[in-house]
């Protein structure tokens, strides 16, 4: 069974930074592109980085370009999200995505429940 | 980037009913066009892919159509486990881009 298991969310003043994690297991983590996606209280979905299976290739949306840096150890099955210079409008929950294959490539095909960053003063 | 506007934002309907959903792009993205699940403490579900493709494991009531701006997602005879949201997802550019999201009641 594929699971996607996402940890380190949590309370943090704007400007300061987090690091989110992704515990993959159920398939062979280093074959998968990866990706994180975010959805504000009540509000809909939004790309936040796609990252290919061996890390030569990753894919930013504009809006935390620069801050956020995406990474993943293929021998520890993880994909991780350090971000940095956190703002009010980063408050979400954050979804680790696992990418389909062939047809199904550029699709979220599974989907973890998620952790909730919250950037307040 | 690519702007994916669902309708209707809301709909209401009861067990039985055929309900479709329609998303549009602000330019074309092919086929390149997913539709997802959301409930509440369940983990999204990919229901199509590719436009029109049921995913594995999705009941046979989802289907969908579309190519290029234009994109529906229908489910034939509604269930009490389909209130739900809905989004569409484009891939044809990235950033990949959601739709809204529409909230699926029971009337």
């Known amino acids: 069974e594929v699971q996607l298991v996402e940890s380190g969310g949590g309370l943090v003043q704007p400007g300061g930074s987090l690091r989110l994690s992704c515990a993959a297991s159920g398939f062979t983590f280093s074959t998968r592109w990866m990706s994180w996606v975010r959805q504000a209280p009540g509000k809909g979905l939004e790309w936040v980085v796609n990252m290919k299976y061996d890390g030569s290739d990753i894919g930013y949306v504009d809006s935390v370009r620069g801050r956020f840096t995406v990474s993943r150890d293929n021998a520890r099955n993880s994909l991780y999200l350090q971000m940095n210079s956190l703002r009010v409008e980063d408050t979400a929950v954050y979804y680790c995505?696992?990418?389909?294959?062939?047809?199904?490539?550029?699709?979220?095909?599974?989907w973890g429940l998620g952790t909730l960053v919250t950037v307040t003063s | 980037d690519i702007q994916m506007t669902q309708s209707p934002s809301s709909v209401s309907a009861s067990v039985g009913d055929r309900v479709t959903i329609t998303c549009r792009a602000s330019?074309?993205?092919?086929?390149?066009l997913a539709w997802y699940q959301q409930r509440p403490g369940r983990p999204l579900q990919l229901l199509i892919y590719a436009a029109s493709t049921l995913q594995t494991g999705v009941p046979s009531r989802f289907s969908g159509s579309g190519s290029g701006t234009h994109f529906t997602l229908t489910i034939s005879s509604l269930q009490p486990e389909d209130f739900a949201t809905y989004y569409c997802?484009?891939?044809?550019?990235?950033?990949?881009?959601f739709g809204q999201g529409t909230r699926l009641e029971i009337k």
């Open positions: 995505v696992r990418m389909g294959s062939l047809d199904l490539r550029r699709t979220g095909d599974q």
């Open positions: 330019q074309g993205v092919d086929t390149w």
């Open positions: 997802q484009q891939a044809g550019d990235y950033p990949y881009t």
